[in-house]
């Protein structure tokens, strides 16, 4: 009887080991095929050439030009995507924010059509993106490295296309880079041209804090108060980390962050970056590399830097795009801010529906906005 007894046993113990492989295989598998899948997508979205422009024909425009190259700065090799409908027209040079987020990659999603009416220059800053290595010092990621080199590649942009001067464009934590050159080397640009500008940035993310904690008590949202209340946001650095791991979250849910029908970074940025077909796989590996290695770098000494301090007379025109929900780099900062400043011509454009990113939430406006700047500076 109990030899029967550890017979069944045996064989039961026999049945559940089977069936416990079994579904452990089954898993194994499926998480097997899932990688593989996954894998071969990124490839398929990644052959990373430059996607010529093409007419309503389908044909490759006729004086046209799109290219993603990359050139010695500095010591260091750093690229950039270069787009024009006819490089003829005035080069505008693009600075990204972050300070380690390209942002050419986004146009998949927001055309930007600026390459019907500049020769656009998407360059990915020093250990950002395309001009991530490991083997970049962090030592090199300064702020006054970020001027030296937006002026060798504008150097490099003037000697290739054979112009005196180009345009000047900065972007959120570009812009803070891009007032500065525009402040060192006038005569190198028809003028400057600052996107969401950063002024102050430990006082805009108080704003920004101050703004949404009373949103979020009056949605009724305990977790995200709670959140809030536990890292205030004061006017010393570094920012609480509590405030930094919720910060992108809670901007974006009120329709204050990157754009305002952005609800998600994941969704909006960083899906869309393993996507965009000009990169390829190795490249967009290195361009969230480098989003944080380059913000370890220049993030504190960026945000506790007043630019209202040092940087409001200039010897070039000044203009301020900005979005008029934007709290990532505050409107009323950038608006206080521009009322300081002395130029030989300057203008502040509010853009209506626009929070961070006026450039990809409101083209056809940029598009009338930039035609009237350069009228009124590309004689100059």
Known sequence: MNNNKNVKNTSKQSVGLKILTTTLVSIFSFLLIGILAVTSLLFIWSPGEAKPLMDENGEVMINSLSEKTFIKVNGTTQGMFIKSANTNNPVLLFLHGGPGMPEYFLTQ???????????????????????????????????????????????????????EKIYLMGHSGGSFIGIQVAKRAPELYYAYIGMAQMVYQVKSEKLAYEYMLPKYREMGDTRMVRLL????????????????????????????GSTRDMDSVITGVFLPSWKFPEYTLKEKINLWKGKFFTHSAMWNEMIATDLTQNFTEFDLPIYFLEGKYDYTCSYELAKEYFSMISAPNKNFYTFENSAHSPIFEEPEKMHDVLKEITQNTSEQ
């Open 109 to 163: 999603q927001y055309p930007t059509r600026l390459e019907n009416d500049f020769t656009v220059v998407w360059w990915d800053r020093r250990g950002a993106g395309l001009s991530y290595s490991p083997n970049i010092s962090k030592e090199t990621l300064t702020i006054e490295q970020s001027i030296i080199d937006t002026i060798a590649v504008t150097n490099y942009l003037r000697d290739r296309f054979g112009k």
């Open 229 to 256: 209340e536990n890292n205030p946001v004061t006017l010393s650095v570094p920012l609480p980390l509590g405030y930094e791991k919720i910060r992108d979250e809670a901007m974006h849910r009120l329709g204050v």
